[in-house]
Nanobody, 123 residues
């Protein structure tokens, strides 16, 4: 599957953004999808993941309660709604797909990656 992320931008602290990730390929609906982020001079970290049907999701503790991951299999798209943004959320955000049949937070388990979209949150 090929992935293309979009929706990043600049926002003030407390604001919201919605990221989108469009997928091409016939396997999207059978893959767990995830979002990761990488801040300057930091390692890439897991943000959220969603199951095949969209009925279940898993979040990293720093974003739980503020971010919501969702997917529309008819549109081959996964979303990340980000609310109550903080300056520490500033990063390049990547969408990714895994063929694993269970949730994983390891970036190495995700075989397909989008190009990344920059989110900047000012204080």
């Amino acid at each position: 599957v090929q992935l293309q992320a979009s929706g990043g931008g600049w926002v003030q602290a407390g604001g919201s953004l919605r990221l989108s990730c469009a997928a091409s390929g016939r396997t999207f609906s059978s893959q767990i999808m995830g979002w990761f982020r990488q801040a300057p001079e930091k390692e890439r970290e897991f943000v959220a993941a969603i199951g095949w049907s969209g009925g279940s999701a898993y979040y990293a503790e720093p974003v739980r309660g503020r971010f919501t991951i969702s997917r529309d299999n008819a549109k081959n798209t996964v979303y990340l709604q980000m609310n109550s943004l903080k300056p520490e959320d500033t990063a390049v955000y990547y969408c990714a797909a895994t063929d694993r049949r269970y949730y994983t937070v390891k970036s190495g388990d995700f075989g397909s990656w989008g190009q990344g979209t920059l989110v900047t949150v000012s204080s």
